[in-house]
């Protein structure tokens, strides 16, 4: 590369520390207002920079890349997730993309079990009465009965990195842990967590007591979990997502929940972004979360280094170490 700074833009605030840096290192335009940009923003920020750093709300597709002009050469998107970023366009446009994995993995593994834990033992009935002035008259002996979930068969849908660090939170716990995954884990992981394999995703869902979402979306993963099989679910089961929204019909879910036909629902992502189905804010038995899952102080100035790593790995003239390439989609 040049000795001329590489122009940078970022679409969204970024942790203090993260941003001085990025200050420091090349020539950056930040984000005034913690605000996504519109589409027109987008299109007009990649057509004035060498690299762009948006986030998982920022969606890029093949139409505005067209219009990115030859100047950008690099998307180093903040976040794991890259199923907002048309990466084969990308490529075919000679426009590099990273991403920042490795990072969230025990941040979501963690809220994972938060989400279990607050589903069945019915935390937010708990803290919404006590939030309210005059509402509690003290312990009662058959008051926000939950469940234990010590015993419980847990059924994690994508054993990949988060789905192992939840199978050994789990386990902690007491819990079963069994598991779709698209490959069988080999023998030794599978040992270590102490983790069932099921062929059958159908067979899985119909027997768990608990049923984690954490694989990526993808073509073959939208909608995945489906009408159809959240009918094969125990009635008493209880459903979270900590992965991505689209995974779920969310439709089919609402329903479910509303019938009895499924107990609980614990969901840090949605099926349409931040547009919530107002059905599934009204149901008591569903915890809802703001796509919590990575948001740690650690976690977020962890991605953020990630970035800037890729961007002066890139800036040096090398393949940015978490370079995303079409055969990993």
């Given at each position: 590369?040049?000795s ?6 970022i679409?969204?605030?970024l942790?203090d520390?993260?941003?001085t ?19 027109s923003?987008?299109i ?5 920079s ?9 969606q890029?597709?093949?139409?505005m ?6 100047r950008?050469?690099l998307i180093?998107?903040?976040?794991a997730?890259?199923?907002h970023i048309d990466?084969s366009t ?9 991403n920042?994995p ?10 994972t ?13 708990g ?5 309210q002035?005059?509402?509690?008259e003290?312990w009662a ?11 419980r068969r847990?059924g ?5 990195r ?12 007491g819990m ?5 995954n698209r490959?069988?884990?080999?023998a ?5 967590l ?5 062929e059958?995703?159908d067979?899985m869902?119909?027997r768990?007591d608990?049923?984690?979402?954490n694989c ?15 009918k094969?679910m125990k009635?008493d089961?209880?459903i979270v997502?900590?992965s991505r929204?689209?995974v ?7 329903r ?8 609980g629902?614990?969901?840090d992502v949605?099926e349409h972004?931040?547009q ?14 703001p796509?919590m899952?990575?948001?740690?102080v650690e ?5 953020g ?10 800036d040096?003239?090398h393949?940015?170490p ?8």
């Open positions: 590369m040049s001329e700074r590489l122009s940078v833009v679409t969204r605030r942790p520390v993260v941003e840096r990025m200050k420091e290192l090349f020539d950056v335009e930040l984000r005034d207002e913690d605000s996504k940009m519109s589409r923003e987008l007009e920020a990649m057509k004035r060498d690299v762009l750093v948006p986030c998982v709300t920022d890029i597709d093949a139409a890349l067209a219009q990115a002009g030859d950008l050469k180093a998107s903040y976040g997730g890259i199923d990466v990308a490529r075919q446009r000679g426009i590099l993309v990273s920042t490795d990072v969230v993995t025990e941040d979501t593994a963690d809220m079990l938060a989400l279990i834990l607050a589903v069945t033992r019915r935390i937010p009935e803290l919404a009465v006590m939030q002035d005059g509402d509690w003290g002996p058959t008051a926000f009965m939950g469940g234990r979930i010590a015993g847990l994690i849908l994508g054993m990949g988060v789905g192992q660090a939840v199978a050994r939170r789990a386990r902690v716990f079963q842990v069994h598991y779709h490959k069988r884990l080999h030794e992981t599978e040992a270590a102490e983790a069932t394999w099921w059958s995703l067979q869902v119909a768990m608990i049923l984690s979402i990526p979306h993808t073509p073959s993963t939208f909608h995945l979990i489906n009408a159809r099989r959240l094969l009635p089961a209880v997502n900590t929204g689209e779920i019909d969310e439709n089919a879910l609402t479910g929940l509303r019938a009895g036909e499924i107990a629902a614990g969901l949605f972004g931040n919530i189905n107002p059905r599934l804010r009204a149901l008591k038995n569903v915890v809802l979360l796509h899952g990575s948001a740690t976690g977020r100035i962890e991605m280094e990630k970035v800037l790593i890729n961007i002066k790995t890139f040096d003239g393949r940015p978490d370079l995303v390439v079409p055969s990993m989609l």
